[in-house]
């Protein structure tokens, strides 16, 4: 250690608890705005690269940055709000929030939003705003919504439990923007029966992997034989559904294109 260094670790140390907590909070503020000028020069449409550089879990020990880019990076310029489920770093207050400034990096015109069951408040920065609350109250998600607007990204990487995954998405999804893109991680916690999960029984629609499996059949709605079908809001709104490993994303839209050969009764003649 250097003789200024060692002198500043003592002057450091000499200080009332209280006030070496707000130096370190100033000096960590200003490092973060720092290297998210530097990050952002350097690697801003590299999403791999910045889930690296900002120590997210989205690449490295999952490998998500890459389906990330695949659907995202048509839309990095724009003014959208994105809105992640799960800060990261648990009861500790001032661990996590990897992946919002991750987001903020990588989209540089909108505004990314933060939700955890504990508080992160230490993370909000430009640009950036965190909510404290679980992600099965739906009184506390509906003012989050309220607050945000138009939201046009959800991620959920929150509790993972399988009924909690699919109660957000039941009360996010309508909310969503009418072409937004709903994500859902570790949906490996589907085959999970401590958590919810069934390994016997992949189909069992209380199951993330189970439940988004039949949202599948939905997009092709039209071409149901069955004319006193009634399609269902997910039907009607859902144009893609893309499952990765351990991941999937669904994409909202005008399910409308109808059937080209049904309801014309073409299908029904004789060949
Ligand atoms: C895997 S971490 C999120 C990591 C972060 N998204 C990232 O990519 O860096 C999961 C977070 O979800 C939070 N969490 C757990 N249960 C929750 C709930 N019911 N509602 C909201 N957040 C919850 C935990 O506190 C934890 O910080």
């Not at 879990?57 to 048509?74: I, L, M, P």
Request: with cysteine.
């Amino acid at each position: 250690m250097s003789l200024i260094q060692s002198i500043l670790a003592n002057v450091h140390k000499s200080l009332h608890p209280e006030r070496r907590k707000r130096i370190r909070k100033f000096q960590a503020f200003h490092f973060r705005q720092l290297q998210h000028v530097i990050f952002r020069a350097l690697f801003g449409s590299n999403l791999k690269a910045l889930a690296a550089l900002y120590g997210s879990d989205k690449w490295g020990s999952h490998w998500y940055a890459q389906h990330y880019e695949r659907h995202f990076s048509c839309l990095r310029k724009k003014r959208i709000n994105i809105l992640e489920i799960g800060i990261g770093g648990y009861d500790d207050p001032e661990a996590g929030g990897e992946s919002l400034r991750m987001w903020r990096a990588y989209f540089p015109n909108s505004r990314i939003y933060g939700v955890d069951i504990c508080d992160k408040h230490v993370h909000d920065e430009r640009r950036i705003k965190t909510f404290r609350g679980s992600q099965v109250d739906q009184i506390f998600l509906g003012q989050v919504v309220q607050e945000i607007g138009d939201i046009h990204i959800i991620i959920d990487d929150g509790s993972h439990r399988n009924e909690h995954v699919l109660g957000t998405f039941g009360f996010l999804f309508p909310k969503l923007s009418k072409d937004g893109i709903y994500v859902i991680e570790d949906t490996q916690t589907s085959y999970w029966p401590s958590i919810g999960g069934s390994s016997s029984d992949f189909n069992r629609a209380d199951t993330t992997m189970g439940f988004l499996k039949k949202l599948v059949d939905g997009l092709n709605y039209p071409e149901f034989d069955l004319p006193q079908y009634e399609p269902t809001y997910y039907d009607k709104h859902i144009t893609a559904v893309h499952f990765y490993h351990n991941m999937v994303f669904i994409q909202k839209g005008f399910n409308k294109e109808g059937s080209n050969l049904l309801s014309k009764g073409e299908w029904c003649k004789p060949w």
